[in-house]
T-cell receptor
Framework: GQNIDQPTEMTATEGAIVQINCTYQ??????LFWYQQHAGEAPTFLSY??LDGLEEKGRFSSFLSRSKGYSYLLLKELQMKDSASYLCAVRRDSNYQLIWGAGTKLIIKP | GAVVSQHPSRVICKSGTSVKIECRSL??????MFWYRQFPKQSLMLMAT?????????EQGVEKDKFLINHASLTLSTLTVTSAHPEDSSFYIC????????????FGQGTRLTVV
């Protein structure tokens, strides 16, 4: 079957760093996405990894290890506005259908 | 990035009526559009995939006669929830791919449907 696992909820302090992990088991792999979703809103794109390694984009970085079926999203210099759910999604093939994790709710405290 | 506009953002309807949700790609041609449903505190569940000019492909367990999808042009797809019931109350989101992007699909703003 298809399975994507993320922690349900995490708490971090403003200004700190947090790492959100995602593990996946899918029949095929053609890229992994991270999206941010604020309550009641649609997801917004954060990052896309298809090759192993770290992709850095400002305060956000995403890492992928295909052999381990593992990715993480690293958020630095946390701000209160980063409080949101972070969704990991895997694309299995050349079709653009995504398999979604349940999301990790990130709570930022002052 | 490309813009996908979804309308309406919120709708309340009576049980037994039908509701149409529109999804438009504003600055690119969307060859494929996806419709998702999301219940509170749950992940996005793909309902169907539609390609312009052809019938939608529905995911297992999704009633195609209840959730009618039309993708008549490269910029517009519609989802009609027919004979809506309270259990159909959910957050419906469309996404579209096409145009210059080779990786991400772009999301509409979502529609909060409440059936009373």
């Amino acid at each position: 079957g298809q399975n994507i696992d993320q922690p349900t909820e995490m708490t971090a302090t403003e200004g700190a760093i947090v790492q959100i992990n995602c593990t996946y088991q899918t029949s095929g792999f053609n890229g992994l996405f991270w999206y941010q979703q604020h309550a009641g809103e649609a997801p917004t794109f954060l990052s896309y990894n298809v090759l192993d390694g770290l992709e850095e984009k400002g305060r956000f970085s995403s890492f992928l290890s295909r052999s381990k079926g593992y990715s993480y999203l690293l958020l630095k210099e946390l701000q209160m506005k980063d409080s949101a759910s972070y969704l990991c999604a895997v694309r299995r093939d050349s079709n653009y259908q995504l398999i979604w994790g349940a999301g990790t709710k990130l709570i930022i405290k002052p | 990035g490309a813009v996908v506009s979804q309308h309406p953002s919120r709708v309340i309807c009576k049980s037994g009526t039908s509701v149409k949700i529109e999804c438009r790609s504003l600055d690119f041609q969307a060859t494929t559009m996806f419709w998702y449903r999301q219940f509170p505190k749950q992940s996005l569940m793909l309902m169907a995939t539609s390609n312009e000019g052809s019938k939608a492909t529905y995911e297992q367990g999704v009633e195609k006669d209840k959730f009618l999808i039309n993708h008549a042009s490269l910029t517009l797809s519609t989802l009609t929830v027919t004979s809506a019931h309270p259990e159909d109350s959910s957050f419906y989101i469309c996404s579209a791919r096409g145009g210059f992007s080779s990786t991400e699909a772009f999301f509409g703003q979502g529609t909060r449907l409440t059936v009373v």
